[in-house]
């Protein structure tokens, strides 16, 4: 069995989208306006697989309005203009009625009551989402791509959410759901990571996972079929015991 000692972290960061709520709610709810504005979130999308690539910049505003320029065929303004009207304003209205996956926020609340920092880093604007479930306020550091200049995995919004934490980047455990973009983009810096495994099908009887990497092992928990079973229970389990353990079953 292999362990992860936790007992050196001193802060617990998350991912917002597809991490504190099931991702297919939001889109489910904004597909009418995915279709009505379908080629330009195509193109939006090849935009942003350029800025993954892209290194971080302090113009990262710009720098994605001038690569949507080109796709758009418009000027670097009226691009800059359509991502905001189009993408950071236009997404908002879809969040006002999305609610949190189930003891999301009770859990980041215990964890300020136990003395632990919380952050979140996001690839978009936190401010999409208001007041993110009440959950802002008790954030330490809450950050955007807009803010840390570039898009997960970059090394730099991680390094940045550390630096605005005052913590080591070995002092935090970063939460998140995708493997390439949260766990392997927070693992280069040498963060403890959590990678959150939701099945598309988990209220048909498919289980959640949790799996702990470090140095280079991987350690992983798997919930019963219930989606009520949720895997924030898995973590804070975790941080309540400071130690992680293989090959262990949890339930909730």
């Known amino acids: 069995m292999n362990n992860v000692d936790l007992s ?68 670097p303004e009226e691009a800059e203009q359509r991502l905001e009207k189009i993408v950071y304003k236009g997404f908002e209205k879809y969040f006002v009625n ?42 330490d550091v809450v950050l955007g791509s807009e803010d840390t200049g570039a898009l997960k995995p970059d090394s730099t919004p991680f390094l940045k959410l550390a630096e605005a934490l005052q913590l080591a980047p070995e002092q935090i455990l970063y939460v998140g759901n995708h493997h390439k973009y949260d766990v392997l983009g927070a693992k280069q810096t040498g963060m403890r990571t959590a990678w ?10 498919k289980s959640l996972r949790l799996r702990i990497l470090h140095s280079g092992t991987i350690t992983s928990w798997t919930t019963g079929s219930s989606e009520k079973k949720k895997i924030i229970t898995l973590i804070q389990n975790q941080i309540d015991n400071k130690k992680l353990g293989g090959d262990k079953k949890w339930k909730s």
């Open 8 to 75: 050196e972290i001193k802060a617990v960061a998350f991912d917002i989208d597809g991490t504190l709520y099931r991702a297919w709610r939001f889109n489910l709810r904004a597909t009418p306006y995915f279709v009505c504005h379908s080629i330009f979130f195509l193109k939006y999308g090849l935009v942003r697989n350029i800025m993954r690539k892209t290194p971080a910049s302090p113009e990262f505003i710009k720098l994605q309005a001038s690569f949507m320029a080109k796709k758009l065929r418009c000027s």
């Open 98 to 139: 999305i609610k949190p996956c189930k003891g999301a926020i009770e859990f980041i609340g215990k964890l300020k009551e136990k003395g632990y920092k919380v952050g979140l880093l996001s690839d978009f604007p936190p401010d999409q989402k208001g007041s993110i479930w009440g959950v802002r306020d008790l954030c």
């Open 196 to 205: 959150l495994i939701l099945p598309h099908l988990g209220w048909l009887g």
